[in-house]
């Protein structure tokens, strides 16, 4: 998603009854004064923000349909499939038929009329509390695990989320965790929930204290919460992993034989390591699933836990490998000590540190199929946000294998 700046932008224009009307001249979105020179093409208002300036429009993003990247100077180039309420008044070129036609993987967010059906069962939903939304909605982002919207009401900004139909446990979750640090749930749906405000900045680049605090937030849910009393949601046993895993690998072209024998050792040993793990005494339990500082709102005094659609069952110590990727290694090997030493308190006479040490490989693997799995159930123009990271935790799985 990195790229230099200046992005290049076409819009393929359709009605929400899906009416195809044409494609747009291209514009340049280009960064904020003072921010990274990288794209993310999940995020929308810049992007709405140079269409108004530019074309004098303000549609809804649907989805990202074709990335053509950067080639010398010529600027990075992305077309997105966008919805308007009615034909606009400026030139539009035929072409692009292609990428404005039904896929079955697509979300429901990313069809014409879609985003107009989750923001009525908002308005509704809040209706019945008492609450009125009293301003436009916010088109913040889109892509194939989410949809994101942020909403004006007379109690305070409320936001809305879609997710998939494998994240639809997300409602349910929160909905279990409100004694918790999670966002307020003040509705639900089967794929979509309404979240109260948390006031405060995402931490992104969080020091070494803020992720002390983190790790304590998750722990104390994790070992406070039966997971008994949990909604359905995916079960990560290593076991239960195996054939997934030996899918991730016969699908990843891209593994040298070398790693794909490592890889291929660690899955054949995956009923012994379930065992190996068991003894180290910790109970499988809730697992985020994206743990990591942007996944953390708040402020000095209140932190609160975002985004658990990913969020499942098994080991407790699952979340460590992707959170420790985001750290500065000079401060990796002192997370992992206070990590461990949370759950010796927790749970005493368990032993963490080894559990980590099993935890390693198949925590890497873990990442590859959960990689794989978006890739089986998202459409193809979509694909492009996951297609290397596969590849990229097996080569790390071999790595950590053979260490």
Known sequence: ????????????????????LGVTAPFTVAPDPGSEPEWDWREV??????????????????????????EGDRAEEVVYVAEVSERPDLPLYDGEASLIADAPLRMAWAKPGGPDGYLLWAQAALAAQGIAVTGEPEQI???????????????????LKAVPPFFSHEGAVLERLQAYAVPRLLARADDAVLLADVPGDDRYGAGPDTARRMIDLLVGIQSSVDPATLPPMPRWTPTSLA??????LALADDVDADDRTAVASLIARLPRLEADLAMCGLPDTLVHGD???GNLRGDDDHLVLLDWGDSGIGHPLLDHAAFMERMPAAAASRLTTHWTSAWRTAVPGSDPARALELLAPYGALRQATLYRGFLDRIEASEQIYHAADPASWLRRTAALERG
């Open 1 to 20: 998603m990195a790229t230099e700046p200046g992005l290049s932008v076409r819009l393929v224009l359709v009605l929400p009854g899906g009416t195809p």
């Open 45 to 70: 208002p810049a992007v709405l923000g140079a269409a108004g300036a530019t074309l004098g429009i303000t549609p809804t993003l649907l989805r990202l349909a074709r990335v053509t990247p950067r």
């Open 141 to 159: 982002r889109t892509w194939n695990l989410s949809a994101l919207w942020r909403l004006a009401a007379d109690s305070g900004i409320v936001w």
């Open 243 to 248: 054939p997934m895993a030996e899918r991730t």
């Open 291 to 293: 743990f990591h500082p």
